[in-house]
Structure formats: structure tokens, C-alpha cells
């Protein structure tokens, strides 16, 4: 099945620029996709690049996809306090369901 | 508005207890799913369901069962099998099976 990888924890300041790092091993992903979970709350979707793509820019997110090495990045410049959360990336294989990384926690220091 | 709903926000469970997380959608989608997260780790497919009436075995689905009889509703039962039930428990849905997913905003079960 699919296997993916991130870091767990990543600490900026406010103002910094943040790069959240994904590795995948299932070539097939049609769709790759970020959510953002905030404590004690469900998943939001907030970026996703189709597999055609190298990157994919909106707003302050930036998406960058490495297909040949299967590596997924998202930078979010600015960073501010609201963007602390953990963040999560999805590869869709177009199998049963989303496989989800263990998630990226950032911390925004002031 | 459009969404998921998921209740309750907090559940405790007693030992040997059956408790039964309800989650409802209301954006016409086929496909509804249930995860598993426990903390600092990510989410683990527990059952999902692709029609009405049909649903298929995640990753972790021993000691629990669901039900899908509504296109808007997929109940997720926790029974007494299931030995280590507390962590927070998510369900989404999509349009289609491996879609994105949208989520509800969770339900944390506790055992007493």
C-alpha cells in the first residue's frame, strides 16, 4: 500500500517563510493534497496539485511536486500564529481512500 | 450550509460498553469513510463505504462495525472488542471513492 513520510514538527517566526516536506512511494498519484488540522478539529483541505504539475502557487501556499523522486513540499510564506496547526499530505492513488502522512505540526513563535 | 456532522463532540465509554459515533452529510456524496487519530500520529482508515447499503473493511476495523442503510448517514459502532478505544474519531466523505475528502469536525471518545 501507499506509504508516506513527513516530519513530525517544524518550529518558524512569525514573518518566516515554512516548508512542510512529504515523501510518498505510490508512482500512481493522480492528486496530492494538503490539509490543515487546528486543535481538536477536523481536517480542511487547503492545497492540492495535480500530478502533471510542478508547482502550483495560491496565495501564500506554494506547492512544489517532485515526481521523480515522489516529493511533495508546501511553503507557506508569512508565516502567522493562525497558520499553527498540523499539517497533512495526501497522495490519491484513485484506490479506496486517502492515505494520510503522520503529519507536520508548525509552531509559530511571535 | 453544506457539511458533515459529526456528534458527539466528547463521548465516554464504561468497560464493556457498545457506543455508537454519528456522523451525517448533507452534500450528496457516495462515498463516506471513518479514521482513527491518535495523538502525534495520522490518520488510520478504520471502514468505508463507497454506496448505500455496501461498505468495506480499513486498515484497523476489528472491534468495530458500521452501517450505511442512508446515502447522508454512516454510524460508526465501538464495541467492547475493541480494547484500546480512546483517540479522536473522523469521518468524511467524498464524491467519489479516494476523492478529497471533507471532513467533520471530529468526535473524542474516552473510556472511564
Known amino acids: 500500500g501507499e506509504d508516506v513520510e513527513q516530519s513530525l514538527f517544524l518550529s518558524v517566526r512569525e514573518g518566516d517563510s515554512s516548508v512542510i516536506n512529504c515523501t510518498y512511494t505510490d508512482s500512481s498519484s493522480t492528486y496530492l493534497y494538503w490539509y490543515k488540522q487546528e486543535p481538536g478539529a477536523g481536517l480542511q483541505l487547503l492545497t492540492y496539485i495535480f500530478s502533471n504539475m510542478d508547482m502550483k502557487q495560491d496565495q501564500r501556499l506554494t506547492v512544489l511536486l517532485n515526481k521523480k523522486d515522489k516529493h511533495l513540499s508546501l511553503r507557506i510564506a508569512d508565516t502567522q500564529t493562525g497558520d499553527s496547526a498540523i499539517y497533512f499530505c495526501?497522495?490519491?492513488?484513485?484506490?479506496?481512500?486517502?492515505?494520510f502522512g503522520s503529519g507536520t505540526r508548525l509552531q509559530v513563535q511571535p | 450550509d453544506g457539511g458533515i456532522t459529526q456528534s458527539p463532540k466528547y463521548l465516554f465509554r464504561k468497560e464493556g460498553q457498545n457506543v455508537t459515533l454519528s456522523c451525517e452529510q448533507n452534500?450528496?456524496?457516495?462515498?463516506m469513510y471513518w479514521y482513527r487519530q491518535d495523538p502525534g500520529q495520522g490518520l488510520r482508515l478504520i471502514y468505508y463505504s463507497q454506496i448505500v447499503n455496501d461498505f468495506q473493511k480499513g486498515d484497523i476495523a476489528e472491534g468495530y462495525s458500521v452501517s450505511r442503510e442512508k446515502k447522508e448517514s454512516f454510524p460508526l459502532t465501538v464495541t467492547s472488542a475493541q480494547k484500546n478505544p480512546t483517540a479522536f474519531y473522523l469521518c468524511?466523505?467524498?464524491?467519489?471513492?479516494?476523492?478529497?475528502?471533507?471532513f467533520g469536525s471530529g468526535t473524542q471518545l474516552s473510556v472511564l
Open positions: 452534500l450528496n456524496h457516495d462515498a
Open positions: 468524511a466523505s467524498s464524491n467519489q471513492g479516494g476523492e478529497k475528502l471533507f
Open positions: 495526501a497522495p490519491d492513488t484513485g484506490r479506496r481512500a486517502l492515505t
